[in-house]
């Protein structure tokens, strides 16, 4: 055992016990992994990646190269980095990690949005200062630090300040800072990039997991500190050759020999204070190495260590200086510093070479930041402490209230520090010496860089590709600097002229776990799920993903196959009669005396001379003249349209709306409100649907083709319209979201076929009806589908019209839509095949193909150029080509004979029972309850009644946006406003925990002094309004509203938050 | 992840945002006079400057506001007049 008997920061009355390969262990509370197989004698802990040599610690921080190791499920981290606990079990790696597919990953990481006007970097000297003045001068102040407690570089030297220990004056600080509510501390965080805009990311680490912290602030200080470098020569990766600084850190701070007998080749002053520390551990210091001409009396002036000895176990031996030999087993290498400026340079700031430090130091600014301490070359802890105060006063400066200053800085013991030697390089003696190691990580020697100048490089850029030098998982942080130095020697230029490569985030690795968070299984990705879900699930729906939504594809009964459902759910929509959930079509308000107007330019086709009560298909095409959407909508008023959209481009087409009106046409007074998730929908299908309907919206049977209605349906105010994509009788029938799921079972039960999106298909495949997304895909025009009938030639123009006649889009020759019938009726043709003549190149593509009930046979759709019907072409997909005759695209009732059911079916007598209301997150309540406590507590409001209000402010209700609001609760309603009752539920998140809770998705500043109350923004991946409230007194929480498709996803991810 | 300054809602990230592309490009006065070439160019042609630019942002997550900033493509700078 090398363990001191005393000093250091390790607890040495608790034991710890772990394993190494195996091998059972012991440390303390206060050990890395490092420190801790450094006191169990363990010399070579793992093997170089190319070579397979033997490697030791080499540092005592996140630059380690070499002591890389596989720690449970994580594949590869630095023994530098891991805090020793109970248990630990840890292997070597031969280099590179291996992901370990069978080990559990039980971590619970998480994420974290925090803002502030001063974010310090680093915990050390500077840091500490800079957090210190700025949190004084009044500002909101973060200061992260990777360590397990503050004080960096102060944790690991024996500096006084004051004449008293320097931890001493870390408490103080810390004693301030923790007094001050606007400061937080972040310990065991690592920042690992820094972005635009002051947008920095750090990782915590917790014993349950990784949180990622996203922080935004004014100003940054960076007080990252320095680490300490090697230098090339012979025989530099032996498992004894460590850096000075780690060497002193492990008899200092851990209490650790990592040696018996030491030489320390001491390029800086920093080799004689680690001389100094080893000395008073009981480590022999068998020779001090100093190329510096003028050296203290105790070292060998103007030498360098010129080689290395190793056992038949590869570990250091003996050091070689010339022509003398030094028994040792550490060689503790002081190569000189490098300021920490990697974050720095993420921020997309210049590094310059200075001279005298030989180092990379940070030049001008990219963005409101400022480094202080030794990042920039200050090396001394006094010169830390002043340049982190001076720091923190300016940073402050901008958001400050009062104004700091007067901070003493403490007297240290430090001796003032001599330049480094300007030494990068030892050249082998003899051509029998040993290896000269540039990239301990990566295996890089200096002879790989001769060759990489020898063909001709010159950029640092070119070599790191060419050698691999500095792409370790280190990222070559102890190497990036020799590098330069060797490839300045090698070249005959500075280290400055040489430059260093592209510093990139992250700074250190980051598992995959980490940067995922919550945001896993279910709330990868958000489920949009519609009222009626939960019956959907019951009866063994299988479902599509259509965008977020989830919807039936088809209802399988007993053991069917999917194509035996569709055929079947097919003929009862044909035949009988069926219902298909259509909740998922977007539904936009369109109010306001220019809406039909409006219309007008969208459309291609007319809707301000379309009848109040009357429906209308129509398709919008992008200003490019390709077809973007297309649905139904309907006049309700005067001034008042309802548009249905599809539902993959709801959002699109709403967002498309908006673009126009506040762009291009502010004149027009209309409005538009997304009232997709208020209502529910059900397509009631086939000949026989008149008496259902009869049934639940007594009257709304007798609807005309392409008409509406706003009745009551089941007792409920909604609308019925009567519209068909199947060619048969068919109505839509909407009530607010609440009564959806009722809905959806009365019509179920009075004997409705469920059926799903693939029937949905089929029945608009068989009228040719062509599907956006499916048939047209950005390149296809409203004339390409045949819709010329569509295109208004009266109006002046719409968006797109002037594209339609670009000699492109205008042309003879272009694919158009058509029908397809394989010679085999059962033969299919896959969608995507290609479509190509007895002779000649590929024609077109098959968009849509399907089994069809009502045919007996397959049947395809596709877009194909310089056809005509009766052609025969080859669909070919893969290996197979099968013949196809090419026919009209309507291969059902070309006629329209069935557009208005079965005449012998009419209303029957009577009235389907009431509707039963069910709120959006009502299947949550009992988990919303359990999940509870004394910190926060979770429940929805539900039925809250609410409308969207555009225009003239309405003197109450919630302000969203340039005249918009959202009105809620037991008000008036008044003429314009939009119910929107069922287009949002309420969560509402009450206890001291709250914030707490919101900080882990919401990305918006909700610091009470900040917040202005209300906001919309996202929460996970939900959009969201959320409101603060403050009653009851001393009590308050926040109301979160959101879309009541969003509602299980959103209370499903707080239920996983509330877990903490 | 930029910070964007809504006129509206104020300093929110990026990902509340739509990108609009170009701004100023207005819609033609008449377009059944445009020239194919015209019309090309107002359907297709866009600057592409190394350097400050012109461009739109909607609030999509927040006010659903469309607005327009000058951004450098280089640096992401936001101007602050
Ligand atoms: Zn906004």
Redesign the interface.
């Known amino acids: 055992m090398t363990r001191l008997d005393k000093g250091g920061l390790v607890d040495r009355s608790v034991v710890l016990s772990f394993s190494f390969d195996g091998r059972r262990m012991e440390g303390h509370p206060g050990d890395t992994l490092a420190s801790a197989l450094l006191a169990n004698g363990v010399r070579v802990v793992g093997h170089s990646v190319e070579l397979g040599r033997p490697r030791g610690i080499f540092s005592a921080g996140p630059e380690e190269p070499n002591a890389l190791v596989r720690v449970g499920a994580d594949p590869m981290l630095a023994a530098t980095t891991v805090e020793l606990y109970e248990g630990l079990e840890a292997w070597s790696l031969r280099g590179k990690g291996r992901v370990d597919l069978d080990a559990t990953d039980d971590r619970r990481c998480d994420k974290g949005y925090l803002h502030c006007d001063v974010l310090v970097v680093g915990g050390g000297p500077a840091g500490l200062a800079a957090a210190l003045s700025a949190g004084v001068a009044g500002a909101r102040v973060i200061l992260v630090d990777d360590q397990p407690r503050l004080g960096g570089d102060l944790l690991n030297s024996r500096v006084r300040l004051d004449g008293s220990r320097a931890l001493d004056w870390v408490a103080l600080v810390r004693a301030r800072l923790a007094s001050m509510p606007d400061v937080r501390v972040l310990t065991r965080t690592t920042a690992i990039g820094y972005?635009?805009?002051?947008?920095v990311v750090a990782v915590e680490r917790r014993p349950r997991g990784e949180r990622l912290w996203?922080l935004?602030t004014a100003q940054v200080v960076l007080a990252t500190g320095a680490q300490e470098r090697s230098l090339a020569f012979p025989g530099n990766d032996r498992p004894g050759v460590m850096l000075a600084s780690a060497a002193r850190t492990y008899v200092n701070r851990y209490g650790v020999r990592p040696g018996r007998r030491a030489v320390v080749f001491a390029c800086a002053d920093s080799g004689y204070e680690a001389a100094r520390d080893l000395r008073a551990a009981g480590v022999e210091i068998a020779a001090v190495i100093d190329p510096r001409p003028q050296a203290p009396a105790e070292a060998l002036a103007g030498q360098v260590v010129t080689g290395t000895v190793a056992d038949a176990d590869g570990l250091l031996t003996e050091v070689l200086v010339g022509d003398r030999r030094f028994e040792a087993d550490l060689l503790a290498v002081a190569g000189g510093w490098n300021p920490v400026v990697h974050l720095f340079s993420q921020s997309?700031g210049r590094t310059v070479f200075d001279e005298e430090a030989q180092a990379f130091v940070p030049g001008a600014s990219?963005q409101a930041e400022r480094s202080a301490g030794a990042c920039r070359g200050r090396y001394g802890t006094a010169e830390a402490i002043q340049d982190g105060y001076a720091a923190g006063c300016q940073a402050a400066r901008p958001a400050g209230k009062r104004q700091g200053g007067g901070f003493r800085v403490p007297e240290t013991d430090e001796l003032p520090l001599r330049p480094p030697a300007a030494v990068w390089l030892v050249e082998p003696q003899s051509t029998d010496a040993p290896d000269v190691f540039a990239d301990l990580h990566r295996d890089v020697t200096v002879a790989d860089l001769a060759r990489a100048a020898g063909t001709g490089m010159r950029s640092v850029e070119h070599v790191k590709r060419y050698t691999t030098a500095g792409t370790g998982a280190d990222q070559g942080k102890t190497s990036g600097a020799v590098v330069a130095g060797v490839m300045s020697a090698l070249l005959g230029a500075a280290p400055g002229q040489v430059g260093t490569t592209t510093f990139r985030p992250p700074y250190t690795p980051v598992s995959f776990a980490t940067l995922a968070g919550r945001d896993r299984g279910a709330l990868s990705d958000p489920v949009r799920t519609t009222a009626p879900h939960a019956s959907h699930v019951a009866r063994g729906a299988v479902f599509e993903d259509v965008g977020q939504w989830k919807r039936p594809r088809y209802f399988p009964l007993g053991g069917e196959t999917m194509e035996q459902a569709v055929l079947r759910e097919c003929r009862a929509a044909r035949t009988g009669v069926a219902a298909m959930d259509a909740s998922t079509l977007g539904k936009i308000d369109v109010r306001g005396a220019g809406a039909g107007e409006f219309l007008d330019r969208i459309y291609t086709n007319m809707y301000s001379t379309l009848r109040v009560g009357s429906c209308r298909y129509g398709v919008m095409c992008t200003?490019?003249g390709m077809v973007f959407d297309d649905g139904t909508t309907t006049r309700l008023a005067d001034d008042h349209y309802l548009m249905t959209t599809t539902t993959g481009n709801a959002a699109a087409v709403l967002?498309w709306l908006?673009?126009w009106r506040?762009?291009?046409w502010p004149g027009l007074e209309v409005s538009f409100t997304s009232v997709t998730d208020h209502w529910a929908t059900v397509a009631v299908v086939g000949p026989k649907a008149r008496e259902i309907i009869g049934l639940i919206a007594p009257g709304a049977e007798e609807l005309a083709f392409m008409t509406y209605a706003a009745t009551k349906v089941l007792g409920v105010d909604g609308r019925v319209f009567r519209i068909s994509f199947s060619g048969e009788l068919a109505y839509e029938v909407n009530v607010p979201w609440w009564y959806g799921r009722s809905l959806w079972e009365t019509v179920l039960d009075l004997g409705a076929v469920p059926y799903g999106t693939e029937t949905m298909h089929v029945l608009r495949a068989e009228k040719g009806f062509a599907m956006v997304g499916q048939e047209t895909d950005g390149t296809v025009t409203p004339q390409d589908l045949g819709m010329s009938w569509l295109v208004s030639k009266r109006k002046?123009?719409f968006v797109g019209?002037?594209?339609h006649a670009?000699?492109d889009t205008a042309r003879d020759g272009r694919k158009r839509l058509v029908g397809l019938l394989a010679d085999d009726p059962a033969a299919f043709v896959a969608e995507g095949a290609q479509l190509v003549g007895p002779t000649g190149p590929m024609l077109g593509h098959v968009t849509s193909s399907y089994v069809s009930a009502a045919l007996g046979r397959s049947f395809s759709l596709a877009m194909v150029r310089g056809v005509a019907v009766g052609d025969r072409l080859s669909a070919v997909s893969g290996e197979s080509a099968v013949p196809v005759t090419v026919v009209e695209p309507v291969f059902y009732d070309p006629g329209n004979t069935r557009r208005d059911g079965d005449p012998a079916v009419r209303a029957v007598a009577g009235r389907a029972a009431g509707c039963r209301k069910e709120s959006p997150a009502a299947a949550f309540a009992g988990r919303f309850e359990a999940a509870g406590s004394e910190r926060v507590r979770l429940r929805e409001v539900p039925f809250v009644r609410m409308w969207e209000v555009r225009g003239a402010d309405p003197g109450v209700g919630l302000r969203?946006?340039?005249d918009?609001w959202l009105v809620t609760g037991d008000t008036e309603e008044r003429p314009g406003w939009v119910d929107v009752s069922g287009q949002r539920t309420v969560l509402e998140l009450t206890g001291p925990g709250a914030l707490d809770v919101l900080i882990t998705g919401c990305?918006?500043d909700l610091h009470p002094a900040v917040f202005p109350g209300h906001?919309?923004?996202?929460l996970g991946k939900a959009?969201v309004l959320l409101e603060r409230f403050s009653e009851p007194e001393g009590e308050g929480g926040y109301r979160i509203y959101v879309r009541s498709s969003f509602a299980t996803y959103l209370a499903e991810w707080l239920l996983d938050a509330l877990e903490g | 992840m930029l910070l964007i300054d809504c006129p509206h809602c104020g300093p929110r990230d990026e990902n509340e945002f739509r990108y609009g592309g170009q701004a100023g490009i207005a819609y033609p006065e008449t377009p059944a006079s445009a020239t194919d070439a015209e019309w090309a160019e107002y359907v297709f042609l866009r600057d592409n400057p190394k350097g400050w630019f012109d461009e739109r942002w909607f609030h999509v997550h927040g006010c659903r506001t469309w607005f327009t900033l000058r951004r450098h493509t280089v640096t992401h700078e936001i101007w602050n007049p």
């Open positions: 972005y635009d805009h002051n947008y996203h935004r997309q990219a200003a490019d967002d908006e673009e506040q762009t291009e002046p123009d019209k002037r594209s670009r000699p969203l946006g340039p918009w990305p918006i906001a919309q923004t996202l959009a």
